[in-house]
């Protein structure tokens, strides 16, 4: 989600306004995700570089965090979807943690979508933690493969990243998911993130359905393989 910034800048509005604006794009997208039937949906809300922002504007993004578990509790346990964070939780303030870290429990037996926030977090941290924990675990080199390495992230237990999606007109990942995002397909839109809505969501969906996802065959073996199937 980029672009909060920029929309409020552009309408001579203070930051926080456009992180207002933004929260209500990622309640949009969050119910129209569910009602497309997507699996999962991760939303990098704050990075681990994002705490070098200003004081003021960390607050309000965190007072928002903690407005957005407490507005969206009663429809996530409704709707039975699951919500899990990656991220270093324990730097997020305890007025955010307590109620986030309820919501987690209370619908971890759910079935429906996965709703993952990534919060204070950073791809780079990811894998370095994944590396620590197999050294502490005294994995022996030869044992470490894609496979194991892949389950110490902390998105072991998502589904595989389909379709990354940029807003505001940037072009890098600025440390998402970054092993995660392998064969993932990516997706740049100049919309601002606060613009960004249902509508946006499904246009970048239209787009990755006509994508052809290779994964490092060619063309003529995939449809070896869908003919085979
Ligand atoms: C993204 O919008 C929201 C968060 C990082 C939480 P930005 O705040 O990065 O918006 P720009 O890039 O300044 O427009
Ligand atoms: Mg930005």
Known sequence: MDGNGRWA??????RIEGHRRGSES??????AARELGLQALTIYAFSSQNWARPVDEVTALMQLLCDFVRDE????????????????IERLPAFVQAPLAALVADSAAHT????????????????????????????????????TF????????????????????EQRLS????WESAYAELYFTDTLWP????????????????????????????SDITEDN
Do not use: K, W
């Open 175 to 178: 440390n998402f998911l970054l």
């Open 73 to 88: 509790r009663d429809e996530i346990m409704q709707n039975g979807i699951r919500l899990r964070t990656i991220g270093q």
């Open 150 to 169: 892949s389950a110490r992230l902390p998105t072991r237990d998502l589904p595989p990243l389909d379709l990354l999606i940029r807003t505001s007109g």
């Open 26 to 31: 990622v309640r949009d997208v969050v119910r």
């Open 195 to 222: 613009d960004f809505r249902r509508a946006h969501l499904g246009a970048a969906l239209d787009a990755y359905r006509g994508r052809e996802r290779r994964f490092g065959l060619t063309s003529a073996q995939l």
């Open 112 to 147: 429906g979508m996965t709703l993952c926030l990534a919060l204070s977090y950073g791809g780079r941290e990811a894998i370095v933690e994944a590396a620590r924990s197999a050294l502490a675990d005294g994995v022996a080199p030869a044992q470490l493969d894609e496979a």
């Open 9 to 14: 800048e552009a309408r001579g509005l203070p």
